[in-house]
């Protein structure tokens, strides 16, 4: 496994108010708001994305496949060692495998996710037996911004409902 080399707090912190930005604006279009990066070692964004399930109707249109998918094209290699995914909720099960399976070096995620989390949440598979690559996990980083934008968003989509 490539080092991933130690992503600057600042600058991941700076990253996560965009994506944060960003998660707010697919949200009012009507997706669950969540997007992602994908930073190269330099700390450069190769790849983002934004959830798009319900505007594509992709399944796969989780804002991680997305990110991870367009870092990989303009990478010209599916291999994402030494790069750092950013994310506003941590990854489900399909992202944190993909994740594993492109060999990225860092995950790191805003908002836990006990019910779907996969790198924590209801079960981890960074550091499942069966992982063939294993990579560092970090979660919490704004937290309370994360978890309050997706809390708001789903309270708001009930109401619209009743």
Same mark, same amino acid.
């Given at each position: 496994?490539?080092?991933?080399?130690?992503?600057?707090? +600042?600058?991941?912190?700076?990253?996560?108010?965009? &994506?944060? /930005?960003?998660?707010? /604006?697919?949200?009012?279009?009507?997706?669950?708001?969540?997007?992602?990066?994908? &930073?190269?070692? +330099?700390?450069?964004?190769?790849?983002?994305?934004?959830?798009?399930?319900?505007?594509?109707?992709?399944?796969?249109?989780?804002?991680?496949? !997305?990110?991870? +998918?367009?870092?990989?094209? &303009?990478?010209?290699?599916?291999?994402?060692?030494?790069?750092?995914?950013?994310? !506003?909720?941590?990854?489900?099960?399909?992202?944190?495998?993909?994740?594993?399976?492109?060999?990225?070096?860092?995950?790191?995620?805003?908002?836990?996710?006990?019910?779907?989390?996969?790198?924590?949440?209801?079960?981890? &598979?960074? !550091?499942?037996?069966?992982?063939?690559?294993?990579?560092?996990?970090?979660?919490?980083?704004?937290?309370?911004?994360?978890?309050?934008?997706?809390? !708001?968003?789903?309270?708001?989509?009930?109401?619209?409902?009743?």
């Amino acid at each position: 496994m490539d080092p991933c080399p130690s992503p600057d707090i +600042a600058s991941l912190q700076l990253w996560m108010g965009r &994506l944060l /930005r960003r998660a707010q /604006r697919v949200g009012e279009g009507g997706e669950i708001p969540v997007a992602a990066v994908v &930073l190269d070692g +330099a700390g450069r964004c190769v790849g983002w994305g934004s959830n798009r399930r319900h505007s594509h109707n992709d399944p796969l249109g989780h804002a991680e496949i !997305t990110a991870m +998918a367009q870092a990989a094209r &303009l990478l010209g290699d599916w291999r994402l060692n030494g790069c750092t995914l950013v994310v !506003t909720l941590e990854p489900c099960g399909m992202c944190a495998g993909a994740a594993i399976q492109a060999r990225v070096g860092r995950v790191v995620f805003g908002a836990a996710d006990p019910k779907r989390g996969a790198l924590g949440g209801s079960l981890n &598979l960074a !550091t499942h037996p069966s992982a063939h690559h294993h990579m560092e996990v970090w979660g919490g980083l704004e937290a309370e911004a994360a978890q309050r934008q997706l809390e !708001t968003w789903f309270r708001s989509r009930r109401r619209s409902r009743v």
